[in-house]
């Protein structure tokens, strides 16, 4: 099966590349006008066979019959017969001719007594004698309206359905195919159940989302509309208005002023027109065109006959774009026609009857668009052109009909007509034999397509896009810009020619049909209530979210690690930063810390070098050294949090951070308990007098930082800190930073420092009037109280960050209260050593305390 569905479309390539590569055009002049005469009328023909030879003086006489209003369907029908006569092999010795009813088109009353009379003299026909001059059976070919086509179907199916057959070469409709009802009626044109598909396929390729139908309310239009709801739901396009044109004239013109309103009104620029040329819609569409609506139509072929009185001017990009069924050209028929009468079938009369087929190449380089070719000039240049004619969707039906009507005829006679005739009986019985074996006709056609009368039997669909403009001076101009085929899969069944269209129109886009704008990429689609699915609002992706499409219901947040860039079109990944040594923040905080923390040893290094001076003992020595070397590690610390954080340094940071200032503060708060007993207890007989000369004070130290190692180990169990990505905080950054861990720990951490140093900052409050040499307790108040300032202020400057600015506050904290700390204890006194040495000294001690008690006993 594969196999043979290979070769077939092998075969087929050779027929379908030229239509890809040999685009047509088309050019025609008419009479503008707007009479009843330009509607397409209803032809109906008889067609019989004989055994005698037809020559061409035949079709002459006959066609000088015919009146000139839609001549090409007799010239039509008379090129297939002459076709087919011509042929060998087909119909050998029996020639085809035609004859229509008296009064030419649309005469039924005519039609109608000619059958009468036939079916009532054919009752009298008597035993064993045949009276008629053949036994042939007659054929009616009738259209291309389908109105025509119902009412003779009804007269044969009700009086002569054993004389007569039917085929019709009008569009094909719905009410003609029941067989019950019409079972001697065919239909040469294919449905139209891709058609609704091709319209769709076309507005995805232009981008139109905003259509406007209007469409004649009967059975074929509901069907249609039935199939284009269907697909245009699919694609999500919408509605601009649907106008259901009534059949009926009255009904039409009481609502004639709405019509015209909601085309006028709407913001559409392209409108679906789907009904019969010779209906109501047919006279709405005129009068719209000719009150000035500037619109692209779409239609079907059947369509390009309807002129106004005002056509379009030359620099309008509105149009008729026009689905037809796809069928090869005909060729020599312009010839055949213009060897019946040279004089008559002139080509400027061709060309008011009928589309010429013209070499766009040619016209293209005359000029820079085939619209701007029409004037009076091109006009004369068309009329001495030698162009072909082209072959409407009527005129090939009819070809078609003809055709099927000799393969049926040439398969009935081979097998059953050399059979004895029956009593005459076989003048009844022929057409229920042709009729029997039209049903099962199928052939290949002389120009290669394939013809099926098996309705059951579902033909893939191919159609012509053709683009028609009406143009003054009375010239149209149809130019072929694409093909719609079922054969080929979903995605790729339209395909259109742009160079054809930029070619004809100077641009290769169409007018745009949208209710709404696109939202380009960084936006989405957002629908009020009550509106059309097609109608909407363009709103922003929110914040850290991204579309890089167009059109999009909803935007998409970016991973955490990436971030919207400033259209919000895409996801950049973030850049990984932490306090680092290399920038600016991270180098100078680094290096204010080593600077404090080699200021701090070059203090202790005076103060082991002066250790036996007054100032150096009267501050309880050991006390200062312990106190300096705790400082000289609080200004370390910082380091542990500026670089890349890790695990160890993670947990070090905070640790290392509470033991530390930990013994620095309950340093603090001995030194304080030392001075307070020094001054307080030191009287004979006083029990407080063992604790300072035990040198109990000291413990403190030990006992409180052995309370907060504790605290520490509890953190470090159950919540210890970890490395946390904050990938909020900053806009397109991703922040490393020591997650706390446990929050209750910290500020437990941190709480249990303020207890201390609440505590030491009471104590040395207490002590700040006694009679210190040196001032120590007052010294000891100012640091408490900065100490205490710095970290109440730490609190809600932390809480109001985040992300890096959180580690540097931590860190300035850290170094503000360290310096603090070393700037009102140490400072001074270095500054006696160093550059007071004559007040570090016993003697001067000795006068300074007697001038002090002196001023005592005075105050008193």
């Given at each position: 099966?594969?196999?043979?569905?290979?070769?077939?479309?092998?075969?087929?390539?050779?027929?379908?590349?030229?239509?890809?590569?040999?685009?047509?055009?088309?050019?025609?002049?008419?009479?503008?006008?707007?009479?009843?005469?330009?509607?397409?009328?209803?032809?109906?023909?008889?067609?019989?066979?004989?055994?005698?030879?037809?020559?061409?003086?035949?079709?002459?006489?006959?066609?000088?019959?015919?009146?000139?209003?839609?001549?090409?369907?007799?010239?039509?029908?008379?090129?297939?017969?002459?076709?087919?006569?011509?042929?060998?092999?087909?119909?050998?010795?029996?020639?085809?001719?035609?004859?229509?009813?008296?009064?030419?088109?649309?005469?039924?009353?005519?039609?109608?007594?000619?059958?009468?009379?036939?079916?009532?003299?054919?009752?009298?026909?008597?035993?064993?004698?045949?009276?008629?001059?053949?036994?042939?059976?007659?054929?009616?070919?009738?259209?291309?309206?389908?109105?025509?086509?119902?009412?003779?179907?009804?007269?044969?199916?009700?009086?002569?359905?054993?004389?007569?057959?039917?085929?019709?070469?009008?569009?094909?409709?719905?009410?003609?195919?029941?067989?019950?009802?019409?079972?001697?009626?065919?239909?040469?044109?294919?449905?139209d159940t891709s058609l609704a598909l091709g319209m769709v396929s076309l507005m995805l390729h232009f981008n139109w989302n905003w259509i406007g139908v209007a469409i004649s309310d009967n059975d074929q239009g509901t069907q249609f509309l039935s199939h284009l709801r269907r697909e245009m739901e699919q694609n999500k396009i919408c509605f601009a208005f649907l106008n259901m044109i009534p059949v009926e004239m009255h009904l039409f013109r009481a609502r004639a002023e709405v019509y015209y309103n909601q085309i006028m009104t709407s913001s559409t620029n392209v409108v679906i027109i789907y009904g019969d040329t010779d209906s109501t819609l047919a006279v709405g569409f005129k009068r719209w065109k000719s009150l000035g609506i500037q619109r692209l139509w779409i239609a079907t072929s059947q369509w390009d006959d309807t002129t106004i009185k005002a056509d379009f001017t030359l620099n309008s990009t509105y149009g008729t774009l026009a689905f037809a069924h796809h069928h090869a050209e005909i060729s020599h028929f312009k010839s055949f026609v213009q060897t019946l009468n040279p004089l008559k079938y002139s080509n400027e009369y061709l060309a008011r009857l009928e589309w010429m087929k013209l070499n766009c190449d040619i016209s293209a380089s005359k000029c820079k668009t085939l619209k701007n070719c029409i004037s009076n000039t091109s006009v004369q240049w068309l009329k001495v052109q030698s162009l072909d004619m082209a072959f409407s969707d009527n005129s090939y039906d009819i070809y078609n009909a003809v055709y099927t009507v000799a393969h049926a005829l040439h398969e009935m006679i081979l097998q059953v007509y050399n059979q004895p005739m029956d009593n005459g009986k076989e003048y009844?019985?022929?057409?229920?034999?042709?009729?029997?074996?039209?049903?099962?006709?199928?052939?290949?056609?002389?120009?290669?397509?394939?013809?099926?009368?098996?309705?059951?039997?579902?033909?893939?669909?191919?159609?012509?896009?053709?683009?028609?403009?009406?143009?003054?001076?009375?010239?149209?101009?149809?130019?072929?810009?694409?093909?719609?085929?079922?054969?080929?899969?979903?995605?790729?069944?339209?395909?259109?020619?742009?160079?054809?269209?930029?070619?004809?129109?100077?641009?290769?886009?169409?007018?745009?049909?949208?209710?709404?704008?696109?939202?380009?990429?960084?936006?989405?689609?957002?629908?009020?209530?009550?509106?059309?699915?097609?109608?909407?609002?363009c709103h922003s992706c929110p914040q850290n979210e991204v579309s890089n499409e167009t059109n999009v219901d909803k935007c998409v947040r970016c991973p955490e690690d990436q971030y919207a860039n400033r259209e919000q079109k895409q996801c950049i990944p973030k850049a990984v930063v932490f306090l680092n040594y290399k920038e600016p923040l991270g180098m100078v905080l680094a290096l204010v810390a080593s600077c404090f923390s080699a200021f701090t040893t070059v203090v202790l290094g005076v103060f082991l070098k002066h250790h036996d001076t007054p100032i150096v003992k009267a501050n309880n020595q050991n006390l200062s050294y312990i106190l300096l070397i705790s400082l000289i590690f609080s200004f370390l610390c910082p380091l542990l949090f500026i670089g890349h954080p890790n695990s160890a340094t993670c947990v070090m940071q905070q640790v290392t951070f509470g033991v530390i200032f930990t013994v620095a503060i309950s340093t603090v708060l001995a030194k304080t308990v030392t001075v307070l007993l020094a001054f307080k207890v030191t009287a004979p007989g006083r029990r407080m007098r063992y604790f300072l000369v035990s040198g109990a004070p000291n413990y403190i130290i030990t006992i409180f930082t052995l309370i907060q190692i504790i605290f520490c180990v509890i953190w470090l169990r159950f919540s210890p800190p970890f490395i946390e990505n904050d990938a909020l905080s900053e806009h397109g950054q991703i922040i490393v930073v020591c997650n706390k861990g446990s929050v209750n720990a910290f500020y437990s951490v941190l709480g249990y420092h303020g207890f201390l140093a609440l505590a030491s900052f009471i104590v040395a409050f207490l002590a700040r009037n006694l009679p210190d040499t040196f001032n120590e307790a007052k010294l000891l108040t100012f640091s408490m109280l900065l100490f205490c300032s710095v970290w109440v202020t730490f609190i809600p400057v932390y809480h109001s960050t985040k992300g890096k600015v959180m580690v540097v506050v931590e860190v300035l904290s850290i170094l503000i209260s360290s310096a603090g700390l070393l700037g009102c204890i140490f400072i001074p006194k270095c500054y006696i050593i160093l550059l007071r040495p004559e007040r570090n000294s016993t003697q001067e001690l000795k006068e300074r305390n007697s001038v002090q008690k002196l001023r005592e006993k005075r105050s008193f």
């Open positions: 099966m594969f196999t043979l569905i290979f070769l077939f479309l092998l075969l087929n390539i050779p027929l379908l590349m030229p239509r890809f590569i040999y685009p047509t055009c088309f050019w025609r002049m008419k009479q503008n006008n707007d009479k009843d005469a330009d509607l397409v009328k209803d032809c109906t023909f008889i067609l019989t066979s004989v055994q005698w030879p037809v020559e061409r003086d035949y079709f002459n006489n006959i066609l000088n019959m015919q009146p000139t209003e839609n001549n090409q369907f007799a010239l039509a029908l008379a090129f297939s017969i002459n076709e087919i006569n011509r042929n060998p092999d087909l119909l050998p010795n029996i020639s085809l001719v035609f004859q229509f009813p008296q009064g030419g088109c649309k005469n039924m009353s005519q039609l109608h007594r000619r059958l009468y009379f036939s079916e009532e003299n054919n009752n009298d026909i008597l035993p064993n004698y045949i009276c008629n001059e053949d036994t042939t059976c007659i054929v009616l070919l009738t259209g291309p309206n389908w109105e025509t086509s119902a009412m003779v179907g009804t007269l044969i199916n009700l009086y002569i359905s054993q004389q007569l057959l039917q085929l019709t070469y009008g569009p094909f409709h719905p009410f003609l195919s029941n067989r019950e009802q019409f079972p001697f009626l065919y239909q040469m044109a294919p449905k009844y019985d022929h057409c229920l034999k042709l009729n029997s074996f039209l049903r099962k006709t199928h052939f290949i056609n002389p120009v290669g397509e394939r013809v099926n009368m098996n309705q059951k039997e579902k033909l893939q669909e191919e159609y012509d896009i053709f683009q028609i403009w009406n143009f003054p001076y009375g010239v149209g101009l149809k130019v072929k810009i694409g093909e719609f085929s079922t054969y080929f899969p979903h995605n790729q069944q339209l395909h259109l020619y742009e160079d054809m269209i930029e070619q004809s129109t100077g641009r290769r886009q169409m007018p745009p049909s949208v209710c709404s704008a696109d939202c380009g990429p960084g936006f989405r689609k957002f629908w009020q209530e009550g509106m059309a699915a097609c109608c909407f609002d």
